[in-house]
């Protein structure tokens, strides 16, 4: 069974400041998928990464997918209030009918 | 602009009451899913179907049944609820699946079990 670790599991800033989230597996990925879910809300998606070394950009939002395909990282620079939220990472079990298992997600207060 | 509905959006029951949570998605999505989201775990997947007439189990399926009898339905049972099945349910479709394929997800179903 293939497990996805996120880290850190509770992250508290300063609004300006920058920080990373982690996305680990004990596998190779096949693709990795970034969510954002708010209080109340159900999760959307950010973006998908699927090649080993690809990096994408989101405005302040950056994600990497590592070489090895076995882990990925989300980096927002100078974070707002406004990115406080859960921040949920999901691998794609395409020999599954396309299940999609997730992370156990990093809990993101952004404090003005 | 309906997207994912799931109803009800709350509920309480009693240990040993049954019950139906109903997502309903009208973007012609093959693929659904039913997640549950309790405090540090994240969305655990319950069970999934990837198209009219089939289901297939998650990560934790104990206690919990399925049907996909329409396309745009998926009904998720709780045949005898249990306190440990206290929890906020997601349902979510997909047009290809997860990987390149985004998930649309609900609002959230909560369901209490005294």
């Known amino acids: 069974t293939q497990l996805l670790e996120q880290s850190p599991q509770f992250l508290s800033i300063q609004e300006g400041e920058n920080l990373t989230v982690y996305c680990n597996s004990s596998?190779?990925?096949?693709?990795l998928q970034w969510y954002r879910q708010e209080p109340g809300e159900g999760p959307v998606l950010l973006v998908t990464?699927?090649?080993?070394?690809e990096v994408k950009k989101l405005k302040r939002l950056t994600f990497q997918f590592g070489d090895a395909r076995k882990d990925s990282s989300l980096h927002i620079t100078a974070a707002q209030p406004g990115d406080t939220g859960l921040y949920l990472c999901?691998?794609?079990?395409?020999?599954?009918?396309?299940?999609?298992?997730f992370g156990q997600g990093t809990e993101l207060s952004v404090k003005p | 602009n309906a997207g994912v509905t799931q109803t009800p959006k709350f509920r309480v029951l009693k240990t040993g009451q049954s019950m139906t949570l109903l997502c309903a998605q009208d973007?012609?999505?093959?693929?659904m899913y039913w997640y549950r989201q309790d405090p540090g775990m994240g969305l655990r997947l319950i069970h999934y179907?990837?198209?009219?007439?089939?289901?297939a189990k998650g990560e934790v399926p104990d206690g919990y049944n399925v049907s996909r009898l329409k396309k745009q339905n998926f009904l998720l049972g709780l045949e005898s609820a249990a306190p440990s099945q206290t929890s906020v349910y997601f349902c979510?479709?997909?047009?290809?699946?997860?990987?390149?394929?985004?998930?649309?997800f609900g609002e959230g179903s909560r369901l209490t079990v005294l």
């Open positions: 979510a479709s997909s047009p290809s699946g997860g990987g390149t394929g985004e998930l649309f």
């Open positions: 596998s190779v990925f096949s693709s």
């Open positions: 990464v699927v090649t080993g070394g």
């Open positions: 999901a691998e794609t079990y395409y020999n599954q009918g396309g299940k999609l298992i």
């Open positions: 973007m012609n999505h093959e693929y």
């Open positions: 179907s990837v198209g009219e007439g089939t289901t």
